[in-house]
């Protein structure tokens, strides 16, 4: 069975920091781009971040300089390191993989989401 299973989700007051972390099993991903993508209550799922395996990395507007996605290809692991977070930060958060364009809704895996709050 394919699985991305992701941890690191809890609540953290503005301006604190997280990190996500994404471990695919049943799977190895090689190849493909990882993302993370998220929905806050009562919104569509947005596109937060990206990288190819190649290692070119995307983010949305709203989270550059402020959050980094990395991949360490050996442990075949994703991670999305998240500082300076704002109460509009909150939401759950899903890592996803696909042989597609990074910054497309259309993934063909996702992980079941961890849930990030942000306290003002």
């Known amino acids: 069975q394919v699985q991305l299973v992701e941890s690191g989700g809890g609540l953290v007051q503005a301006g604190g920091s997280l990190r996500l972390s994404c471990a695919p099993s049943g799977h190895s991903f090689a190849g493909y781009t990882m993302g993370w993508f998220r929905q806050a209550p009562g919104k569509e799922r947005e596109f937060v971040a990206a990288v190819r395996w190649s290692g070119n990395k995307y983010y949305a507007d709203s989270v550059k300089g402020r959050f980094t996605i990395s991949r360490d290809s050996a442990k075949n692991t994703v991670s999305l390191q998240m500082n300076t977070l704002k109460p509009e930060d909150t939401a759950v958060y899903y890592c996803?993989?696909?042989?597609?364009?990074?910054?497309?809704?259309?993934?063909?895996?996702w992980g079941q989401g961890t849930q990030v709050t942000v306290s003002s």
């Open positions: 996803a993989a696909t042989v597609g364009a990074p910054t497309a809704d259309d993934y063909g895996y």
